[in-house]
């Protein structure tokens, strides 16, 4: 039967990314089929003994140290990562390019050079397809048929990142629109979770998640404007950072939603540890963005050190959807914690999180959802179910301008009330100086589950920073599911009976922390205060 127009349209990108997986040298054997449920060992499988230490010892501060003192060469550094991340590619179906020659050509200049060219000589990274990249031949499709073949644009942020020395090397898959919690579109289908296949690795940047879950690659680009970064980075069990809106240029990005004022998104990184975190935003902050950017906050990466004794509190759950039992076991854990290192730790009592849910659902689509479905339209590509699911939500409607605005000021209110809550919360003149709270109602969902984003666009509406960290994992002896256990709502019920033990084995639980407004780096110290606590460096 012969493929109508979008499919072959959709055929001609996945045969340019399997042209680029070609290059792999030496090729890898064939991979056992089926897969295993999880991924995690294929690496010390098919890698030589030494592409397997650097991949899987290291992060990124850690690599960028060897590479100063010549422990490691760029090149052999960025071929070690082509190749572990064309094995995630075959495993988990998360790179839509490799970039082969131009990352070895890269690596090799740099390696030329008497002196490095930035902090990050040498250092590959990877990056979500939307994010536009500099060449004549990049393009972005943004997950969306219609666009495929369309010319890149100028990222600041990428440029920033590669005048700093970086190795571009791999670009990563996303779902389609962009606005989903589980990486699957029409081009590429689904991206799998590296711990465990049958859960899904996240969106949007689910690709950037699952390859760096994998360790494909220590510091991976991805945008956030519903929980975007963090969603991927819990689900794969790596660190994510969401700033403070315009404190980092979001310019070259490939979307629909130019212009729309109602609700930023922000690039974020996913990385193998809080540090890489902290340099990726000193590195891009470093370039004094704002002189470029009049939109942007003028306000260098200054790191926070905290003397007082931390006051955290636990956000056990958001009042509308109980967390399942592992992320409430991780909250345990972190709250102990940091109670045995002198904290103090307190109970968060959530304010209306169901009311900011219509108000951020609504203010994502005030067209009722018409731009991001264009595309679709143009090209014939089905909708997808949770691309659906999203549009159809009860607050996703087409205002009009004065319907909007009121909105706007609903946002605007419901921002002022938060603070005003937060700013109650203080005992003793001490107000809480973060929240621990689930980033996802579970670990990983299962495919196809993905429905309940509050827990991550709570933030975005309000415009906090929050920062991923894992935790643990799900133990089916302690995770057991609580066969009385009483629902609060429709939507906490079957969150609830989604859940069993059994088909969440080996995933990653991970918590979110998260400040007020522009505390990026107070978020950033309270994590090292809280890690450390945990027993970690």
């Known amino acids: 039967m012969a493929l109508k127009p979008w499919e072959e349209k959709a055929k001609s990108a996945r045969d340019y990314r399997d042209s680029t997986l070609s290059k792999v040298e030496p090729p890898f054997p064939p991979l056992p089929d089926p897969l295993p449920l999880s991924s995690q060992d294929l690496p010390k499988q098919y890698l030589t003994a030494r592409e397997y230490?650097?991949?899987?010892?290291?992060?990124?501060?850690?690599?960028?140290?060897?590479?100063?003192?010549?422990?490691?060469?760029?090149?052999?550094?960025?071929?070690?990562?082509?190749?572990r991340a064309a094995l995630a590619q075959y495993a988990l179906n998360c790179v839509t390019e490799l970039m082969w020659d131009e990352a070895i050509e890269r690596a090799k200049y740099l390696d030329s050079l008497p002196e490095p060219v930035g902090p990050l000589h040498g250092l590959p990274i990877s990056v979500k397809e939307?994010?536009?990249?500099?060449?004549?031949?990049?393009?972005?499709?943004?997950?969306?048929?219609?666009?495929?073949?369309?010319?890149?644009?100028?990222?600041?942020?990428?440029?920033?990142?590669?005048?700093?020395?970086?190795?571009?090397?791999?670009?990563?898959?996303?779902?389609q629109t962009l606005m989903a919690l589980e990486c699957d579109n029409n081009i590429y289908g689904k991206t799998v979770n590296p711990w465990n296949r049958n859960l899904t690795s996240g969106g949007s940047s689910g690709g950037e998640g699952a390859l760096v879950g994998f360790k494909g690659s220590v510091l991976g680009l991805g945008g956030d404007i519903g929980g975007s970064v963090r969603a991927p980075a819990s689900n794969n069990g790596v660190?994510?950072?969401?700033?403070?809106?315009?404190?980092?240029?979001?310019?070259?990005?490939?979307?629909?939603?130019?212009?729309?004022?109602?609700?930023?998104?922000?690039?974020?990184?996913?990385?193998?540890?809080?540090e890489t975190i902290n340099l990726f935003m000193k590195t891009i902050l470093d370039n004094e963005p704002w002189r470029h950017d009049a939109g942007l906050t003028v306000k260098p990466w200054t790191p926070e050190t905290i003397t007082a004794p931390l006051k955290v509190a636990i956000e056990w759950h958001d009042g509308v959807v109980k967390p399942h039992p592992p992320v409430i076991r991780a909250l345990q854990m972190v709250a102990d914690a940091c109670k045995a290192a002198g904290m103090d730790v307190v109970d968060w009592e959530p304010y209306k999180h169901d009311k900011a849910w219509d108000i951020v659902s609504g203010l994502y689509f005030p067209d009722g959802g018409e731009a991001i479905l264009a595309p679709i339209k143009e090209s014939g590509e089905p909708i997808m179910p949770l691309t659906k699911f999203i549009v159809e939500q009860p607050n996703v409607k087409n205002r009009t301008m004065h319907e909007y605005w009121d909105l706007c000021v609903e946002r605007d209110t419901y921002r002022d009330e938060y603070a005003a809550h937060w700013s109650s919360m203080a005992e003793s003149g001490k107000e809480v100086d973060v929240i621990i709270c689930p980033t996802t109602p579970g670990a990983a969902p299962l495919h196809d589950t993905a429905t309940y984003w509050p827990y991550t666009s709570q933030w975005n509406l309000l415009d906090y920073p929050a920062a991923v960290f894992p935790v643990t994992f799900v133990d089916p002896d302690k995770d057991k599911k609580d066969e009385n256990y009483v629902p609060m709502n429709d939507q906490d019920k079957y969150n609830y009976d989604l859940y069993d033990p059994q088909k969440w084995v080996g995933a990653p639980v991970s918590l979110t922390i998260v400040g007020r407004r522009q505390m990026d780096e107070k978020v950033m110290a309270a994590l090292e205060l809280v890690e450390k606590a945990m027993g970690r460096k």
């Open 239 to 274: 660190y994510g950072f969401k700033p403070t809106t315009k404190r980092i240029p979001g310019k070259g990005m490939k979307h629909v939603a130019a212009g729309k004022e109602s609700i930023h998104g922000t690039i974020g990184p996913l990385a193998q540890s809080r």
């Open 53 to 83: 230490e650097l991949t899987q010892n290291y992060d990124a501060v850690e690599l960028l140290q060897m590479l100063r003192t010549k422990q490691v060469t760029s090149e052999e550094l960025t071929k070690a990562f082509l190749r």
């Open 130 to 175: 939307h994010h536009s990249m500099f060449g004549e031949k990049t393009t972005n499709h943004a997950s969306y048929v219609a666009w495929i073949g369309t010319p890149g644009a100028t990222n600041p942020v990428n440029d920033y990142l590669y005048d700093a020395g970086c190795v571009y090397y791999a670009r990563t898959t996303g779902p």
